[in-house]
């Protein structure tokens, strides 16, 4: 994810900040914010350990492009993605719940990773 336009969020950055590493499950959610939606879950790396978030879930927009969101019901993320080949990128959008839009966004780019089995 690139640096947040037109200035970043200081320590806040964690809050809006998505995991580097995510996994993509067919699988739905059954409460809050994921009732009914495609779960979305970090993958633990040793270099960042995911944020903590009520809810993460994802959506298919059209046949090339997803929607990603991670929400505690106060402070989201959202990633609006068209896939490019082996390759998604497109945008970040924070969230809050202050009521005043916060108009910044973050270039972001994703990779296919290999999936690791537990």
């Known amino acids: 994810m690139g640096r947040w336009w037109p ?20 699988e739905r959610g ?26 993460s879930y994802w959506s298919i927009k059209s046949p090339n492009q997803l929607v990603l969101n991670w929400t505690d019901g106060f402070v989201s993320v959202t990633l609006d993605l068209t896939r490019n080949g082996d390759e ?9 719940d202050s009521g005043r839009p916060l108009p910044r966004i973050a270039q972001v780019k994703a990779h296919r990773i290999a999936c690791v089995s537990q």
């Not at 059954?30 to 809810?55: C, T, V």
């Not at 998604?88 to 809050?96: M, Y």
């Open 30 to 55: 059954i409460r809050s914010f994921e009732k009914d939606e495609l779960l979305l879950r970090a993958i633990p790396d040793r270099e960042h350990a995911p944020g903590a978030r009520e809810s």
């Open 88 to 96: 998604l990128s497109g945008w970040a959008h924070p969230h809050f």
């Open 7 to 26: 200035w970043g969020f200081g320590k806040e950055d964690t809050y809006v900040t998505p995991p580097n590493r995510i996994q993509l499950l067919a």
